[in-house]
């Protein structure tokens, strides 16, 4: 059984009271585990708190995991194509034209995926339904979010390969090959 009082001022200062009358009511009551409301709902919200914090270092691990994943791709593909980027530049390419020619070919499949992604996603939202209350699981803004910052991180790790390839000295690159 619990029993909850309200007092307007200190609880601490009202628990003797509250002791005195409870015993006055129930000599063989026992009166166990005494404790503010604050401290009840914050024990009470602590495990779904964790799961939200557990759930976001996991989301961003993900994120982490998938930046990595397109830079290796991305640069060992730019690795691959030494050769023919070398004889781009060679031929007369600027830099700005190889990098926006490797980055436009790595944002291709990177938007691809972000699109597969958010079909996937909105595919899924129905089953989410049952696992979440009063939180709207097809929510626009949350979709953008994610698509925007997918995007931006498939972006960075499209231009940093870029950018290495332009770098590279044309005679280098074809007198090694």
Not at 27 to 45: F, Q, Y
Not at 86 to 94: C, D, I, S, T
Not at 150 to 156: D, P, S
Request: positive net charge; hydrophobic residues 55%.
């Amino acid at each position: 059984m619990d029993v909850v009082v309200r007092t307007d001022g200190q609880p601490e200062l009202a628990l003797p009271g509250i002791r005195q009358k409870l015993h006055e009511l129930d000599t063989e009551l026992a009166i166990a585990m005494v404790r503010p409301m604050n401290d009840w709902v914050r024990a009470s919200a602590a495990q779904p708190r964790l799961n939200a914090v557990m759930l976001g270092v996991f989301a961003a691990v993900a994120v982490l995991v998938a930046a990595i994943g397109i830079y290796g791709v991305m640069a060992y593909s730019v690795t691959q194509r030494t050769r023919e980027i070398a004889l781009r530049m060679a031929l007369g390419a600027q830099r700005n034209e190889v990098v926006r020619l490797i980055v436009r070919e790595g944002m291709t499949v990177g938007l691809a995926g972000v699109a597969l992604g958010l079909v996937g996603a909105i595919g899924l939202s129905r089953v989410l339904t049952t696992l979440v209350f009063g939180v709207q699981v097809r929510d626009p803004a949350t979709f953008a979010g994610v698509a925007l910052v997918l995007t931006i991180v498939a972006f960075a790790a499209c231009s940093v390969p870029a950018r290495k390839a332009s770098a590279v000295d044309p005679m280098i690159a074809l007198r090694d090959e």
